[in-house]
T-cell receptor
């Protein structure tokens, strides 16, 4: 069974620090990788996607992919209280379905 | 781009009522849409994959006669919760992917909070 694993947290960081969120996936044939943010009571919103090994930066967010270790990471620089949310890692194995992790709760302390 | 609209945002109704939820892709065509359910403080659970012009594919344990899915056009999928009961109360979220399969991400609607009294 294809799986995506995330630490449920909560991960607590002070305002201004770097938050580091991690995810591992089981299907070595996975092609596309995504990070979603979900605020409490809201639906998920896409914040990053990455397709190849290495880093991809977008503003304060950096997605990191290491296919050899089957690990996906999200770094949030200069964390703000408004970044407090659940972050979902998602992996697309090339079919119709995307496999979602259970999410990591992030709490940024002011 | 890639906007998904979901309606209604909230429904409160009596037990035994059937409830229809609409999911529309506003600026792209979606041959495939997805329906999720999420209970409080729990993860997203995929209920079914909706395919335009054909029958939906339901996940194990999801009753297809209770959760009717219709995907009659490339921009609209509907989920009908038939004869809803209190245990069906949940947050229902649809998503769609531009271009169907491949490397495009899913984009989510705003969700429908269903409360059955």
């Amino acid at each position: 069974q294809k799986e995506v694993e995330q630490n449920s947290g909560p991960l607590s960081v002070p305002e201004g620090a770097i938050a580091s969120l991690n995810c591992t996936y089981s299907d070595r044939g996975s092609q596309s990788f995504f990070w979603y943010r979900q605020y409490s009571g809201k639906s998920p919103e896409l914040i990053m996607f990455i397709y190849s090994n290495g880093d991809k930066e977008d503003g304060r967010f950096t997605a990191q992919l290491n296919k050899a270790s089957q690990k996906l990471s999200l770094l949030i620089r200069d964390s703000q209280p408004s970044d407090s949310a659940t972050y979902l890692c998602a992996v697309d194995t090339g079919g119709f379905k995307t496999i979602f992790g259970a999410g990591t709760r992030l709490f940024v302390k002011a | 781009g890639a906007v998904v609209s979901q309606h209604p945002s909230r429904v409160i109704c009596k037990s035994g009522t059937s409830v229809k939820i609409e999911c529309r892709s506003l600026d792209f065509q979606a041959t495939t849409m997805f329906w999720y359910r999420q209970f409080p403080k729990q993860s997203l659970m995929l209920m079914a994959t909706s395919n335009e012009g054909s029958k939906a594919t339901y996940e194990q344990g999801v009753e297809k006669d209770k959760f009717l899915i219709n995907h009659a056009s490339l921009t609209l999928s509907t989920l009908t919760v038939t004869s809803a009961h209190p245990e069906d109360s949940s947050f229902y979220i649809c998503s769609a992917r531009p271009g169907g399969t491949g490397d495009q991400p899913q984009h989510f609607g705003d969700g429908t909070r269903l409360s059955i009294l």
